[in-house]
């Protein structure tokens, strides 16, 4: 069928503009008899029209209670005003087009000088089409005015400021789509009454919408998708046409603002590790950090979505991150008082220093460091700790091999030896306990060390794992709801 596109932009089949006689020809009587205009003239129109077809404005314009009058629907997005995540709504502003026919209703063009003519809205029946999402006052503004064609067809179009519930997912915030519905049905007449029916396809609909979308801010139009359903109620059933209206947030402004700040943060505490403990204060460095980072989540805590049905992805990263932050303190504060209270320690556990030292040491690259070909030999090894104070000089005669019966002859160079050899031993016993104690220090040390940079390397495996499996399930739900 051809089709002749009109100055309102809708196309109306060329069957309206036939003659009135041709239509009464195809017609039964219907709802309101052709109309027949005394001259060309706008008064002679409105005087029919007034006659003719006002008063029966409250009444549903067919022929007959069993006919079903069809209205069509079309809608154009004109602007995209916000999304409440905390109120669950979306708003935005569309243009809302009614077209529907009055039965029996025509006049000829040539008698009454015109094929449309605009009447006050107030002046005829109007479909009582709803959106069931509308949560809020009706802030539309007022068109009194529809156009009447000669035909009998009337085209009602007016713009709509829509706050529609929507459940909105934002486990993926900033990097979510939303999939919102709007679904026009009549208020009150069943489908045995009035059956809504699409007028455009939605791939022209969504085409038009990017053409006239006047708002380029957080929110950008990705599809639009329609179907035609049916409602089943238990008096009766009601004609319903959804619009699936598909969203995709611009997250450049979060990416900016939340997720490269809390990068920076993290990788400034993972290169901490770098810092010596034993000559940097480096968990005074950590809490710094930690507090820069609290300072950040409260200034930022605004840009944050508010829900209570799902918690973002995002949080859960800060929150994590700020785990591990506090986690690397804890490692820094532990590794810290081994390194500078080692000396107070007792002898490693043999079990401890072969796990460590031998196994885990290769494993961070940190090889245990060869010991010294230097053998110390001891002729008569004690084998207590002998204190000079309780040295007597009878074991200075068992060491120099005389009897204890036996008195030495009074010589003056003999008891300098014996002083001599007591005070060498006393400083040989002194000598090994400072060196058991230092090899003792060195080994808790270098435990520490070990225990150090194998937390670091988990703490890089760790956050990397966490990094991938958020982007991971970033890209899949963009994915899945695309």
């Known amino acids: 069928m051809q089709t002749v596109r009109f100055s309102d932009d809708h196309i109306v089949n060329n069957n309206y503009l036939s003659s009135p006689k041709q239509q009464t020809r195809r017609r039964k009587p219907g709802f309101v008899a052709p109309l027949n205009c005394t001259s060309p003239t706008p008064k002679a129109l409105f005087d029919a029209l007034e006659t003719?077809?006002?008063?029966?404005?409250?009444?549903?314009?067919?022929?007959?209670?069993?006919?079903?009058?069809?209205?069509?629907?079309?809608?154009t997005i004109v602007g995209i005003l916000g999304?409440?995540?905390?109120?669950?709504?979306?708003?935005?502003?569309?243009?809302?087009?009614?077209?529907?026919?009055?039965?029996?209703?025509?006049?000829?063009?040539k008698e009454c000088g015109t094929t449309r003519v605009s009447v006050p809205r107030e002046h005829l029946w109007v479909p009582d089409i709803v959106i069931n999402e509308f949560m809020d006052e009706d802030k539309s503004p007022i068109t009194p005015y529809v156009y009447l064609y000669n035909t009998g067809h009337v085209y009602d179009d007016r713009p709509v400021r829509v706050v529609a519930t929507c459940k909105l997912v934002i486990y993926t915030f900033p990097f979510d789509i939303q999939n919102c519905s709007l679904t026009f049905e009549s208020y009150l007449h069943f489908a045995e009454d009035i059956k809504v029916n699409q007028k455009h396809s939605a791939a022209e609909i969504l085409e038009e919408s990017r053409k006239v979308l006047h708002t380029r801010g957080e929110w950008e139009l990705v599809d639009i998708k329609q179907a035609q359903t049916t409602l089943e109620i238990t008096e009766g059933s009601y004609s319903e046409l959804k619009f699936f209206i598909i969203l995709r947030r611009r997250p450049i402004l979060y990416v900016v603002n939340l997720l490269i700040p809390s990068c920076f943060l993290i990788t400034l505490d993972l290169f901490s590790f770098l810092?010596?403990?034993?000559?940097v204060d480096r968990s005074a460095f950590k809490m710094t950090l930690i507090l820069g980072?609290?300072?950040?989540?409260?200034?930022?805590?605004?840009l944050l979505p508010v829900?209570?049905?799902?918690?973002?992805?995002?949080?859960?990263?800060?929150?994590?991150?700020?785990?591990?932050?506090?986690?690397?303190?804890l490692e820094t504060v532990f590794i810290t008082n081994i390194q500078f209270s080692a000396s107070k320690y007792r002898?490693?556990?043999?079990?401890?220093?072969?796990?460590?030292?031998?196994?885990?040491?290769?494993?961070?690259?940190?090889?245990?460091?060869?010991?010294?070909?230097?053998?110390?030999?001891?002729?008569?090894?004690?084998?207590?700790v002998i204190s000079p104070s309780i040295i007597s000089s009878g074991d200075l005669q068992s060491?120099?091999?005389?009897?204890?019966?036996?008195?030495?002859?009074?010589?003056?160079?003999l008891d300098e030896l014996r002083k001599l050899s007591r005070d060498l031993m006393a400083i040989r016993l002194q000598i090994d306990n400072q060196a058991q104690g230092s090899n003792t220090t060195q080994e808790w040390q270098m435990i520490g060390l070990v225990i150090d940079r194998l937390l670091f390397g988990l703490y890089i495996v760790f956050i990397a794992i966490l990094f991938i499996i958020i982007i991971a399930i970033w890209i899949r739900s963009n994915i899945h709801i695309g």
């Not at 690259?365 to 030999?377: E, G």
């Open 347 to 384: 002898k490693v556990p043999h079990w401890l220093s072969v796990l460590v030292l031998r196994y885990l040491a290769v494993i961070v690259f940190l090889p245990p460091k060869k010991k010294s070909n230097r053998v110390t030999v001891s002729l008569h090894p004690p084998a207590t």
């Open 399 to 413: 060491v120099s091999g005389d009897t204890p019966h036996e008195k030495p002859p009074p010589d003056p160079a």
């Open 83 to 109: 999304v409440n995540e905390k109120e669950q709504t979306l708003t935005v502003f569309i243009w809302q087009y009614l077209e529907w026919d009055i039965d029996g209703l025509s006049w000829d063009e």
């Open 307 to 329: 829900t209570g049905n799902t918690t973002p992805l995002i949080n859960v990263l800060f929150s994590v991150s700020l785990a591990l932050m506090v986690a690397s303190l």
């Open 293 to 302: 980072y609290t300072v950040f989540l409260l200034i930022m805590n605004d």
């Open 275 to 279: 810092l010596p403990p034993q000559s």
């Open 52 to 75: 003719e077809l006002f008063p029966r404005k409250l009444f549903r314009p067919v022929g007959n209670f069993t006919d079903v009058l069809n209205v069509s629907i079309e809608m």
